[in-house]
């Protein structure tokens, strides 16, 4: 990715010609001159010594500025700077504190990112009634582990009332006030038929006779006993059916010429069935209800029904289900599913703190248009896979039906907890859990919610957890998915080691999540996948992402193959491989007011990259704290990509486990990056970079701040342009860089009011500013330079063919000092060490530097012509005292021109040297150092 190893050997040869510079250039007094005076730009004002500077650097107590220069200057307030495009970033100004500020913000500014402690409030807002509020944010339903046998046990600390101890006392149950007036027989198994004539005394043995002799409207109470029957009540009639309890009444299925038998069956219009305390056992189905007829089921077991426990069906049907256990349907089933609940046709089924169990294929089943499903304060656990390894859903609804499901504990079922599938399906889950749902037998799905072709779900106060494969799931045209105040996490990967991901999005589909915790999930945070595809996020936090098995990958955020993702207020941290990940053409990632922090490398100790845009991707940033991640804080990588940064701050990126890279932005392989008021700092090795042919940087009102070098010493540039790549700068503030604060290596550099504070020796010994290399090309404009350990702007050729041109206009540099050089690389060689000298502008052996009024103000040496061609038309050298304000080598290939140049206090003001000075290897001891 960055290819410095070379620009070593450069360094060297660097340091070989300000060693060369130290040895003795006379020391003839010079009287001062007349101070030069020229027409300031916009912000720069008069200095002392003649020429311009910034006013920002000027217009301090102490700063330097000539008199009355400063007059009616606010530095408190930051100029506009127009750009190029139109647009306007700010100027530099002086902060409260005595700082420079310009166009960047800090963390916590009321336009920049969110400051470094602030949390997005994500999570579950609030718990159903009678569930547990935990320590974490989520909630516990309050599952009692001691309910009776017989009973289920339910949300909020409760069992369904269907076990032997919510049996009454005595042989009947009591219908109280309800039955008042009404007929009311009585049925106990094994009694007299001939006999019966309903009374307490004469019970009827069947409840089939009982519905039979009620008439239309009445009770039949059933004793405790196994009736094996078929019950039906038909259109017109309105009866109510009491067992004494479920855990003594069974109403066992029956088959017809080997054919089972639908148990309990209410059909036709205003037929209504009021049935309690029964146990339904058997049949083709448990409860039947179709043709608009209506079932209100309270305190019952429906079990063991061979194709569903309980349907209603067709436009008109209503089913209640209160109370009640639903369990092992689909026992004999063989390869179909068995749904424990069933709706279909447009009929309406409302279950209330309802156990549905252990049934086949699918627990809970809403299917067709108009279909609703309610469910509340229940539970859907344990449904089995079919035979083939496919099924065991939780709650499935499919073909236009509407679910709304409120305070329900969906758990430890196969291949989907809640799904929701086809146009016109909805599906509403609120105040619930989605846990552990298991992967079918090849070892893939697993998911805790799923919306698929066309679909519409809604999820709110959710905790969706350790499902496998994905914990929620979006795919197909048109399906959409809303998550709000939910917490996804834990998700499991496959048996191959792949995904468990916890947001998923493909093929089309939307997500849009608000409020939500996305947390320790494997592979990939919240992803988003192929055309059409949109994820957004706003007030979330995604954090934990595990790698794969392998060790490798889990980002955060994650777009791929022209997806759309977009997150605002979001916090991204501690994921592994990338923060946010962005790539492929058509792929477009939005990022506002959000923190990626604290990313982490792979098993092979690369990446923990914060940001990264890649392969024709589009990734727009604002407002973003990009900072503590690993290798790389935000990268750019590709022809085609765009990596748009605004408003924003990277900082703090940490080196791989070996040493290597910390860097604050880089772009390659004609990758494009435009960052408008970034602020880039405490970073190692490099600022910001870029490298290859067609790659394109661009700075507007930034700052790069105390880039540091590797832990061997090396490095710690501020900006680099390298392999022919192109850096622009608008508004740029470059400060306490190491070894360099600008470097071009073949490539080309554009600045516009730029300044350098602070450039430290490397481990080399050698500060430069700007420095030009080989093909470079540099193309000036109010450029200041202080407080430089070494050179101000330096033009060097590589094998004396690929030559450097820098053309400036408005320079201002001063307080350059001198630094300690050494050379040689290894034991074998000598390594001589002495104290270089200060320079201000430098070129080498076929070099260009053109130069239009300049302010040189330093110790050592203004112009240092190597063989080069300098220019310099209006300008102030002035305090070179170690050396001379303009040293020419006197080559055949050199050239030095100077118009209208002042020299003031120097130790000389020029000086031609011979070309026969001695080579590196045999310079002589220094006599003083640093």
């Known amino acids: ?173 009591d219908p109280g006030a309800e039955a008042q007036g009404a007929t009311v027989v009585h049925v106990r198994s094994g009694s007299n038929p001939a006999v019966a004539d309903g009374s307490v005394a004469r019970p009827f043995a069947t409840i089939t006779e009982g519905v039979r002799n009620v008439g239309l409207r009445g009770w039949v109470l059933v004793a405790a006993g196994v009736y094996g029957e078929r019950l039906e009540v038909g259109p017109g009639a309105t009866l109510h059916v009491l067992g004494l309890c479920a855990a003594r009444v069974t109403i066992q299925g029956i088959s017809s010429a080997g054919t089972a038998l639908n148990a309990v069956v209410v059909s036709g219009t205003r037929a209504m069935l009021d049935l309690r305390g029964v146990t339904v056992r058997g049949g083709r189905g448990g409860l039947v209800v179709d043709h608009r007829a209506a079932l209100r089921a309270t305190g019952v077991i429906v079990a063991e029904a061979s194709e569903f426990g309980i349907i209603g069906g067709g436009t ?110 909805e599906l509403e889950l609120v105040s619930s859990i989605v846990r552990s749902t298991r992967p079918v037998r090849d070892g893939t799905a697993g998911y805790g919610v799923d919306a698929r072709s066309g679909a519409f779900v809604r999820v709110t106060s959710v905790l969706v957890e350790d499902n496998t494969d994905l914990g929620v799931g979006v795919g197909g045209a048109g399906a959409m998915l809303e998550l709000a105040s939910c917490v996804v996490r834990g998700t499991h990967p496959r048996r191959d080691g792949g995904r468990g991901q916890g947001i998923h999005v493909e093929d089309g589909a939307a997500v849009h999540a608000v409020g939500v915790s996305v947390a320790d999930n494997t592979e990939g945070g919240a992803f988003a996948h192929g055309a059409g595809s949109i994820l957004e996020l706003a007030s979330c ?71 990264s845009a890649e392969d024709g991707a589009v990734f727009r940033a604002t407002q973003v704290l990009v900072t503590d991640n690993t290798e790389v804080g935000g990268r750019a990588v590709g022809s085609g990509t765009v990596l748009q940064l605004g408003m924003s701050v990277v900082r703090r990126t940490r080196p791989r486990p070996g040493g290597l890279h910390g860097l604050g932005i880089y772009a390659y392989r004609g990758a494009a990056v435009r960052a408008t008021g970034v602020l880039v700092a405490d970073n190692i090795e490099i600022g910001i970079g870029a490298s290859g042919a067609g790659t394109t940087l661009e700075i507007l009102g930034g700052a790069v701040r105390r880039t540091r070098p590797r832990s061997t010493g090396a490095f710690g540039l501020g900006l680099l342009a390298q392999d022919g790549a192109v850096l622009r700068a608008i508004g740029l503030l470059v400060a306490d860089s190491t070894e360099t604060g600008i470097t071009l290596h073949a490539g080309t550099c554009e600045l516009n009011q730029v300044i350098m504070v602070g450039v430290v020796p490397s481990r080399l010994g050698l500060g430069i500013g700007i420095y030009a290399l080989g093909e470079a090309q540099v193309v000036a404009s109010q450029v200041a330079l202080q407080e430089v350990r070494g050179a101000i702007i330096a033009a060097l050729p590589i094998q004396e063919l690929l030559r450097a041109q ?125």
Not at 44 to 50: I, L, N, S
């Open 1 to 173: 990715m960055v290819h410095l190893g070379a620009l070593q050997n450069h360094w060297l040869c660097l340091a070989a010609v300000a060693l060369l510079a130290a040895i003795g250039c006379g020391n003839d007094p010079v009287p001062t001159r007349q101070v030069a005076r020229w027409e300031c730009p916009a912000t720069w004002v008069a200095y002392e010594r003649g020429g311009c500077g910034p006013a920002v650097l000027l217009c301090v107590p102490g700063g330097g500025a000539a008199p009355g220069a400063c007059d009616g200057v606010d530095l408190s307030r930051p100029p506009m700077i127009t750009l190029p495009d139109g647009g306007t970033v700010r100027g530099f100004y002086r902060l409260p504190d005595g700082g420079i500020g310009g166009g960047w913000p800090e963390p916590g500014d009321p336009d920049g990112p969110p400051a470094e402690d602030w949390v997005p409030d994500a999570g579950i807002a609030t718990c159903a009634e009678g569930w547990l509020r935990l320590p974490d944010g989520t909630c516990d339903p309050m599952l009692r582990t001691d309910c009776p046998e017989g009973s289920g046990a339910l949300p909020g600390g409760r069992c369904t009332p269907t076990a032997l101890s919510d049996c009454p006392a005595g042989e009947y149950a």
């Open 316 to 425: 008109g049907t209503t089913v209640e289900v209160i109370g009640s256990v639903v369990r092992d349907s689909g026992v004999q089933r063989g390869s179909a599913s068995a749904p424990g609940l069933l709706v279909q046709s447009g009929a309406v089924l409302r279950a209330i703190s309802v156990l549905v169990a252990d049934t086949a294929g699918l627990g809970i089943l809403a299917l067709g248009e108009g279909s609703t499903l309610e469910l509340e304060s229940s539970v859907v656990r344990g449904t089995r896979q079919l035979p083939d390894g496919t099924g065991g859903g939780g709650i499935h609804a499919e073909g236009g039906a509407v679910v709304r499901a409120t305070a329900v504990l969906v758990a430890d079922n196969t291949s989907a907890g809640v799904r929701a599938t086809g146009v016109r399906t």
């Open 541 to 611: 936090v995604v954090q934990g992402t595990r790698p794969r098995s392998d060790g490798n990958f889990g980002p955060g955020l994650w777009a791929e193959a022209s997806a759309e993702l977009r997150a605002t207020s979001t916090l991204i941290a501690d994921n592994t491989s990338v923060g946010v990940l962005v790539r492929g053409k058509g792929t477009m990632l939005e990022l506002a007011s959000s923190i990626v922090r604290g990313t982490h490398s792979q098993s092979d100790g690369t990446g923990g990259l914060g940001i």
């Open 806 to 930: 820098v053309t400036v206009q408005d320079v201002f540099a001063r307080e350059v000092r001198s630094s300690t050089v050494r050379l040689g690389s290894d034991g074998s060689r000598r390594r001589p060490e002495g104290r270089a000298v200060a320079y201000g502008l430098h070129t080498g052996s076929g070099c260009m530097f053109d130069a239009t009024r300049v302010v040189l103000d330093s110790g050592g040496f203004g112009f240092f012509n190597a063989s080069g061609a300098i220019t310099l038309r209006q300008g102030v050298i002035s305090r070179q005292t170690d050396g001379a304000g303009v040293v020419d080598l006197a080559t055949p290939d050199s050239a030095t021109n100077l118009e209208s140049v002042s020299f003031l206090d120097n130790a000389t003001d020029t000086v031609t040297r011979r070309a026969d000075l001695p080579t590196a290897s045999e310079l002589p001891s220094p006599t003083r150092s640093e």
